[in-house]
């Protein structure tokens, strides 16, 4: 079974209450870690990956982006999805391609722009099949509906567009940022695996208590990099000076 196939296979028939959880590495070393507890498959975080090469979120070079990923990629034997924001511009055979050259079996793309804009959904959902089409069954795409980060927060206006991307060929929706409540609402309305952002504050539900209410799969965006982060300030501190 290829590497794709088996991420895809992870995705299904999951039970209620068990979703896929899928920790972000940002670096070699932290997906070694997270392989090394038995996580079966990852998925890089592009904010976290942004800040361990120095950037903001949102302005990693797609060269420099592409790269980590492959360095990620190389040092572990599991399934690693890409979040690759909007795409970097590229045309979808061109991303495509430089999601396989990387190694990556699977990616994010979102639906809105530079300032937090929201995409055109039609014109959305034609690019997502167009990324589709270049890869057939190469890649895993995780269609980002960004409506409760940038939008309004209308649940009707998510299960719309996510009708358009899982049409045009998604195989799963991350409604990010979704409040909890709402999701058995999408769960009810979208079609396919449903992703959810687990918040590691603890000020969210956990990641079982997420998969109770619909959700396939969990993600941390930058929050386990963050984490780190935090950790490694409390040891900086204890050093002395």
Known sequence: MSKVDEFRALHRGRAQGDPLILP???????????????YPALATPSDGVAASLGYEDGETPADEMFAAIARITRSVDVPVSADVEGGYGLAPKEL????????AVGCNLEDSGPGGVLKDP?????????VRSAAAD?????????TFVHGDGDPG???????????AGADCVYPILAPPAVLPLLRAGIQGPLN?????????????????????????????????????????DGLGR
């Open 24 to 38: 972000g590495p940002w670096d070699a070393a932290s997906a070694r870690v997270f392989v090394a507890a038995g």
């Open 96 to 103: 495509v391609e430089r999601l396989l050259e990387a190694g």
């Open 122 to 130: 039609h014109e959305h959902a034609e690019y997502l099949a167009e």
């Open 138 to 146: 190469r890649l895993f795409v995780n269609a980002r509906v960004d």
């Open 157 to 167: 206006q998510a299960v719309e567009r996510a009708a358009l991307y899982v049409a």
């Open 196 to 236: 959810a952002l687990a918040r590691l504050d603890g000020e969210g539900p956990s990641s079982a208590a997420l998969g109770e209410l619909g959700a396939t799969r969990i993600t941390f965006g930058p929050g386990l990099q963050r984490r780190a982060a935090a950790a490694l300030r409390e040891i900086a």
